[in-house]
């Protein structure tokens, strides 16, 4: 009797010390604020609590959208146990724990278990195999949440084994109704107070959808309050509890973008001190920095491509670094790519490579192989000769590579900078030397 009664004390207290978003935690699915596509009447969620037929899911989507929340409710409307591991702090051996508590489970109380694994996305590919038999055979289901593209960060045999679940970012109007549901609660977690016009809004418009950081900001907002000795939240008050937050970063939304399109664009724009201060923002915001990695191999090929080959050489070391030593040591590697990507000569001849053949493709959608060109392996039949470079002074023969209907294809111009002027310089040769060649074989065969 005594052990329950301090064991519920200690609970009630660590309820009061968890942070508001926690404590006003809705408790039904009809409570959630937004994601009527999923949990109104005809939502595939509400379907699923409904039925009582809980399938394993990857919850995606931006921060503080209800995915944590919803895997609660709907373990709980199960009557499953429910069990919240977060991937960065979760081993193979916490899995197998909770697998052989799973297995144990059904066999003395005929229950299953809900395994909600945040942040999957950082879970290894041989991690994320280990869950795999123990979805297939039942053992627990699992729900999974991350705010990254499941696509890319989680590999094709777990995605084949789950429901994809796509959580949308909340409008400011959703927002609102959120902070003004928590205001009304207020005496619950503050006491009596009044709050100005806009205070609401002016959360809603700064936290770009995430319903956590909103509550968490107005939490922190009454506690400054109770610290200037006031109960009145006002704007002004509001913008001094946004120094705190002037990092930031929301990884899936309009903020992301922004400060992406601004690094990407400092490197094109050859300005390395502003590519290395962007960069670190995103960092300091929560990035992912394998987002930036990514980013940095992109550019290397398509800002500066030949100008400096080396240069996605660098991007894919620090791409290697970073997942050989992770963070924040590789922070280092990662600066060192960005500098060199800025500093380097520019050319953007690849991407515009691309763009012709684009419209190559368009033109000849299916031009045959001239036929010295063919494999002579599986058809010994061919008659044309194939001349070999390396037997012609300086490695080269004049000969086309394309059927004569597509005249003279000049897919690639390389710019003037960098190490491409050097191949600016071969190619024109090489090309004045196939016209010749063209206009040599255009007389003789007029003279025939």
């Known amino acids: 009797m005594a052990d329950d009664l301090f064991s519920q004390l ?47 899911s990857i919850f995606y989507g931006p921060p503080g959208t209800g995915k944590t929340t919803v895997a609660e409710i709907l373990a709980r409307s199960q009557g499953w146990a429910y069990v919240a591991l977060s991937a960065v702090a979760t081993g193979i051996q916490d899995i197998r724990k909770v697998a052989d508590q799973a297995r144990d489970r059904w066999g003395m109380e005929s229950r ?35 705010t990254e593209n499941p696509w890319v960060s989680l590999n094709n045999a777990l995605l084949s084994r789950c429901l994809l679940v796509e959580f949308r970012s909340l409008t400011p109007a959703e927002v609102v109704v959120i902070l003004q549901r928590a205001w009304a609660r207020r005496h619950e977690w503050w006491h009596e107070g009044i709050a100005d016009n ?22 922190r907002a009454t506690l400054l309050a109770d610290s200037l000795g006031v109960a009145h939240l006002t704007v002004p008050l509001l913008d001094r509890v946004w120094q705190d937050f002037a990092h930031y970063y929301d990884a899936q939304g309009d903020y992301h973008y922004d400060l992406a399109s601004a690094f990407i664009k400092s490197i094109r724009g050859s300005d390395p001190d502003a590519a290395l201060y962007w960069m670190g923002r ?17 550019h290397a090929a398509e800002d500066i491509g030949l100008a400096d080959p080396r240069a996605l050489l660098v991007a894919h070391a620090a791409t290697f670094a970073l997942e050989t030593v992770g963070m ?55 008659q044309k000769p194939y001349r070999y470079p390396h037997d012609a002074p300086g490695h080269f023969l004049p000969d086309r590579h394309v059927p004569p209907e597509m005249g003279t294809l000049e897919l690639y111009d390389p710019s ?4 491409e002027q050097g ?20 007389a003789d065969e007029h003279k025939s």
Not at 416 to 419: L, T
């Open 112 to 146: 299953g278990t809900v395994l909600f694994l945040d942040e999957i996305h950082r879970f290894s590919k041989s991690q994320q195999d280990v869950l795999l038999p123990y979805i297939e055979d039942g053992t627990f289901v699992l729900l999974g949440a991350t």
């Open 282 to 298: 995103m960092l300091q915001g929560g990035e992912d920095p394998r987002f930036i990695a990514r980013r940095l191999l992109v």
């Open 10 to 56: 200690g609970a009630d207290e660590r309820h009061k010390a968890a942070p508001l978003a926690s404590r006003l935690r809705p408790r039904q699915l009809e409570e959630i604020v937004g994601q009527d596509h999923l949990i109104g009447q005809d939502g595939l969620l509400t379907a699923m609590a409904r039925a009582h037929s809980l399938r394993s």
């Open 328 to 382: 924040p040591e590789a922070r280092i590697p990662l600066a060192e790519a960005v500098l060199y990507l800025a500093t380097a000569p520019k050319s953007h001849s690849v991407v515009a490579a691309l763009a012709q053949l684009d419209d190559a493709l368009k033109r000849w959608p299916d031009a045959p192989v001239p036929e010295e060109l063919r494999d002579r392996h599986f058809n010994p039949r061919i």
């Open 198 to 219: 806009g205070v609401f809004e002016a959360i809603a418009r700064r936290v770009h959808g995430d319903a956590r950081l909103a509550l968490t900001i107005l939490e």
């Open 423 to 442: 191949i600016a310089e071969r190619l024109a040769w090489w090309r004045a030397q196939r016209a010749q060649e063209d206009q040599a074989g255009g």
């Open 416 to 419: 003037d900078q960098g190490e």
